[in-house]
Structures are given as structure tokens and as C-alpha cells.
């Protein structure tokens, strides 16, 4: 059975940093492309970083210069590290794998076939 487990997240002041964690499970994360997701009420989710099976990064320019993806493979772990957070940022942080795509990142969440159970990330201004 497929799992991505999330931790970290949690309050921080505005500026601060914070990294997320997705471990997965059942299946090996370095072959699919593996994207983070935020959501606020009201709001569809928003794409915004994804690291390719082949180990390219993509940022939205919300978060370019801010936040990192990273894969430790043998921790079949994916990381995404946040700093200078702003007030704008705060929403429920998930993270997505991607199963089927050959190449590159999609922003679009229909392309993602397993889900963490989201973060919530909270910046205190």
C-alpha cells in the first residue's frame, strides 16, 4: 500500500523558517516526480514546487528564492525547506506524487495520484 506521510509545519513568525518532510511508503520516491501543494480555505490548491523524476526543480515565483525541494533517496524522503515566510504564505501544506508522468512537473493537482494528509503552516506577523 501506497503512503506519503508529512511532518513538520507548525507557527512561525514572519521571516522564520520552517521545512516540511514527505516520507513515502510502498514505493520508491525517486522514480515519480514529487510536488508541494498549498491550500487555503476557499481556494483551489495551489502547485508551487515539484522536484521531476529526473531531479529538476520547479518553483512557482510565489516561492522562488524562498523555498527548496529536496530528495534524500535513501531515506525515500522529500524535503521542502521554507524560509523568509510571509504573511501570504500560511495555508495547509501537502505534498503529491506524481506516478504516471514521464518528465518534467505539473501544477495541476489532477496529475497527482497520492496524497499526504496536509500541514498546516501559520505565520505570526
Known amino acids: 500500500q501506497v503512503h506519503l506521510v508529512q511532518s513538520g509545519g507548525g507557527l512561525v513568525q514572519a521571516g522564520g523558517s520552517l521545512r516540511l518532510s514527505c516520507a513515502a511508503s510502498g514505493f520508491t520516491l525517486d522514480s515519480f516526480a514529487i510536488a508541494w501543494f498549498r491550500q487555503v480555505p476557499g481556494m483551489d490548491r495551489e502547485g508551487f514546487s515539484c522536484?521531476?523524476?529526473?531531479?529538476?526543480?520547479y518553483y512557482a515565483d510565489s516561492v522562488k528564492g524562498r523555498f527548496t525541494i529536496s530528495r534524500d533517496n535513501a531515506k525515500n524522503t522529500v524535503y521542502l525547506q521554507m524560509n523568509s515566510l510571509k504573511p501570504e504564505d500560511p495555508a495547509v501544506y501537502y505534498c503529491a506524487a506524481d506516478l504516471e508522468s514521464e518528465t518534467g512537473c505539473s501544477w495541476e493537482d489532477y496529475e497527482y495520484e497520492d496524497w499526504g494528509r496536509g500541514t498546516q503552516v501559520t505565520v505570526s506577523s
Open positions: 522536484s521531476s523524476r529526473q531531479g529538476d526543480t
